[in-house]
C-alpha cells in the first residue's frame, strides 16, 4: 500500500520522531502542523490486542507492554471520533517511546451479543408479575436467572413469555450443599446466580425497581446504558471533569494526560435509582417525603483509591472477569427483608473496589437510573436494626487500609486476602466479621468448584 | 442546542449572598463587554480588573460597577523585583488579582464567558451556586453516589459512615462550561465542531488522592483557605509554555487541600463558554506541555508534604522545593517556576501580612 516518499512525508516521518526536541513549531505552516497530529492518509495502521485475527504487518511483540495491553481499536478513514481519540493517544505514546507505528483503515464492531448477557433477579418477593412486565422490553431478549429467596414460602408468580431459569432453595441446596446454602438467603439469594450463570455480563436489579423515565420522558434502557459502561473503558487514574469521556459529545479535558486516555477494563457498573434513594433508615427516616428526582444525566469512573457503597439495587458487572470478588459476605444478625435492614451488597461492592483497584480495573457510577417503588417502613426497620450503621464505622475504615500483596495476581487470590485481613482486624470486634471473612472463603471455594468457567487472570 | 441567557433573562437574587466578602478578578486584554450580560449577577460585587498586555491601552469597564483595575505598569509598581513571577501576554495572570483582594472569597471568570441557561431555559447564577458550594461541606473521604448530599433534594447513601458526613471545608468550587468545552488543541483539531450539550445536574467532591484538571473559566475559592497556593504559574511571553496555568495551580491546590484536610467540589455551576480559540495557536501553546505533563502527573500523584507543613505557604514552599528537585531534570523551566513559586509566596505574604502564617486545617 505504500506509494514511495516524497521528500516533504520523510521530513515529517522524521519529525514526528524528534517533535519534543523541536524548540519552536511557529514557523511551520498551519497543514503541516496538523498533519504532524493527524497523519489521517498515511498508510500506518494500529493493531488492536483484543482481536486476534487481525492481520498485522508487524509482529505485536514489537509492540511496547503498554500499547500491546491497551484496548485499541481500528481506525477506519471514516474516522469516528471515538476512534481518533483513542489514535491520538496511542500516537502520543507512541511518539513518547519513540516507536513508529503504523495505522490501517478498517472499523470493528464492538457489539456485544445478546447471548453474553445473564439478567439476574433475586425474588425476595413472591409475585414478580407487575415487575416482570414492566421490564419486558428490556429484559425479554435476554436470558434471565430468577432466584427464589430459600426463607420465601410463597410459590413465585412469573408471566410467560421469558427465557429464564428459576432456582428455588432445593436447587440452592443441590448445587451447594445445605450447610452452605445459608450463603444465600434473603438478598444474598442473587449472588447463587452469579455463581451458576454462564455468561459474560451480568445485570442485577431489585425486584422492586421498575424501568425509570428521564427527563424527556422517555424510558430508560437500563439494561442498555449497563452494557455500554461496561463495554466502553473506565479512566480511575485522573478525574475528567466532562465525566465520562467515552460517551457521545464528551471527551477528555485539556490538562487529562495523554497516557491516560486509553483507560481501563470497567468491571463494574452502579446505578442509581429516582424516587426511593437508596438512604440508610435514619436518614429515610429523618426526610420521610424525600423522593429522588433529581436525573443526573452522567456516568463517570469512581477514582482509583477512593472508596464507595456500592448499592446492590441496581448493578452490573462483567462475570469473567471480576465474578469472584461480589461476596455474599456480611450477613447482619437482624437481616430481614427490606434494603434498610442490610448491609450486604455495601461490604461486597467495598470488597469489588479494592480488587478493582488492585488489579487496575475501573468501576464506574451513575446512569442508569431505576425508578424504586415506596416499600416499607424506614421507622420500623431502625427500631428493629441499625447494627448495619453502626458496623459501617468499622468496615469503611477496614477497607479503606486494605492492601493486597502483589503477589495477588488474581481475583479469587485477592478475595482470599481481604477475607484473611477481615478475620484478623476486625474478627475480634463483632462476631459477623468473623462470619463474613469465612464466608468470603467459603464463597472462593463454591467458585472455583461451582463456577466453571474459571476467571481470566488479572489483566 | 446551548444557549446563553440574553441580558434581559438573567434575574437578579434578591439577596446578593456574600456581596461584601467576595471579589471577581477578570483578566482582559480585549474588552469587558460581557459583563453587560452578567450585570444582574455581579453588580453587587466588587471587580479587581487584570488588564494583561500592552497597559497603555484603556480597558473600558460598563458603567455602575465598582472596580479596581491594575495593569502591567500597576503590577510592576505594586511588587518590584517580584512582579517577575505574574505572567504576561497570559491570562495567568489573573493570580495577582487574587493577591491584591482584601476578601475572603474569590471568584474568577473568562471575559468570553456567558450567563447559561438551565434545562428549564432558566439563566443560570453561576455565583450563586459557587457560594452555596463553598459554604456547604465537602466530603472527600468517601464518594457519595448521590453526589454532593449537602444540596436540596440529596443526601448521604446507605453505608455512608455516620462518623464522615460532617464534612470538610470546601477550598475550591470548580464549575463547568456549556458550548464550547475545554478540550487541548489536538482534540480541538480533530473535533472542531462539538459542542457541550449535556447539563449534568450535579456538585461533587473530588476524593482525597485524585488529581483532576483544574480549568480557571469558571472557578471560585476561599482566599484564606487556599488562596496563596493559587498561583498560575510563568507563562505567556518569554515562556517556553502557555495553557497549562489553571492545570499547574490546579495540581498543587489538591495536593495541598487533601495534605490539610479541605474539600475540591466539581461539577455545577455552567456557564456559556463563546469563543473557540485558535487550535493551531494553541498547538504551538500546549504541545511542550502534552510531554511534560507525562511527567508531571506522577510527580504530584506521588508528592508527600510532611506533617510540619500546617499552613498553605509552608505546603507550597514545600511543594516549589520539591518541584526543583524532582522536575528540573525535565526542563529548566522548572526550575525557573519552582524559584518563581517561592517569590509569589513572599510577595502574598508582603501584602498580606496579617493573612500570613493562620494555619489552616489539620495536615495528615
Redesign the interface.
Known sequence: MRTSPSLLSLTIDSALLN??NI????PLP?HI??DL??LPARTRYFLSSRHSTFESQLPLSFLPDVLRNSEIVLISETCT?LD??VA?SCF?EAL?FGIELLFVFGKMSLAIRDDEIDIIIGAIRSDLTSFMNEWRPMFSRFHLIIVKDPDLKEELKIPEGFNLDVYEKSDIDRVVGSSTSVLFSGYACRYFGYLVSRKKYIISVDDDCLPARD?KGFVVDAVAQHITNLTTPATPF??????DPF?E????????????RSGVKCALS?G?WLNM????AP?QAL?AR?R???????VMT??????????GINIAFDREVVGPALVPALKLAGEGKF??ET?ED?WS?LCVKVVCDHLGLGVK?GLPYVWRTDRGDPIASLKKEWEG?KL??E??PFFQSVRLPREATTVEDCVVEVAKAAKERLGSTDPVFARAAKAMLDWVNLWKSVGSISSSPAV | MAEPATATEAAAPAVALLKDELDIVIPTIRNLDFLEMWRPFFQPYHLIIVQDGDPTKTIKVPEGFDYELYNRNDINRILGPKASCISFKDSACRCFGYMVSKKKYIYTIDDDCFVAKDPSGKAINALEQHIKNLLSPSTPFFFNTLYDPFREGADFVRGYPFSLREGVSTAVSHGLWLNIPDYDAPTQLVKPLERNTRYVDAVMTIPKGTLFPMCGMNLAFDRQLIGPAMYFGLMGDGQPIGRYDDMWAGWCIKVICDHLGLGVKTGLPYIYHSKASNPFVNLRKEYKGIYWQEEIIPFFQQAVLPKDCTSVQKCYIELAKQVKEKLSKVDPYFDKLADAMVTWIEAWDELNPTGAAVPNGKAK
Open positions: 517533535l519534543s524548540a519552536d513549531l511557529s498551519d502542523v496538523l497530529f493527524l471520533s481518533y481519540r491520538i502520543s513518547y427527563p485522573f478525574f475528567n471533569t466532562l465525566y460517551t459529545g464528551a471527551d477528555f479535558v485539556r490538562g487529562y494526560p495523554f497516557s491516560l452502579c442509581l434513594a437508596d438512604h440508610d436518614t426526610k424525600q429522588n428526582s433529581r436525573y443526573v444525566d452522567a469512581v477514582p482509583a483509591g477512593s472508596l464507595v457503597p456500592i448499592s434494603r434498610w448491609m455495601i461492592g457510577t450503621v459501617m464505622e468496615v469503611v
